[in-house]
């Protein structure tokens, strides 16, 4: 059964942190490109980082220098090392996988982060 399941989200304060977390299972994690999507309140879903299979991370612009994302493929589990939050950073995210074997993508139920000021 496929499933990812995101955690860590929640209420934070302006300039503090959060970490979250996805834990995959049934996707062949090892060889799939994980992605943490947002969708602010009211506006669109945006990329906000990106690790391919081997390693290889990208960011959005908003999010460099304060984000950081990893994996442990022992753990099935992808994070976002989220620092120096701003309000505009709330927005459920969501956690995407991409199988290129498979050509399968699936997607996390999503957890909220909300920033104050």
């Known amino acids: 059964q496929v499933q990812l399941v995101e955690s860590g989200g929640g209420l934070v304060q302006a300039g503090g942190s959060l970490s979250l977390s996805c834990v995959a299972s049934g996707i062949m994690f090892r060889i799939c490109t994980m992605t943490w999507y947002r969708q602010p309140p009211g506006k669109q879903r945006e990329l906000v980082a990106r690790?391919?299979?081997?390693?290889?991370?990208n960011y959005a612009d908003s999010v460099k220098g304060r984000f950081t994302i990893s994996r442990d493929n022992a753990k099935n589990t992808v994070y976002l090392r989220m620092n120096s939050l701003k309000p505009e950073d709330t927005a459920v995210y969501y956690c995407?996988?991409?199988?290129?074997?498979?050509?399968?993508?699936?997607w996390g139920q999503g957890t909220q982060v909300t920033v104050s000021q």
């Open positions: 690790i391919t299979d081997v390693g290889s991370t």
């Open positions: 995407h996988a991409a199988n290129p074997l498979f050509k399968r993508e699936y």
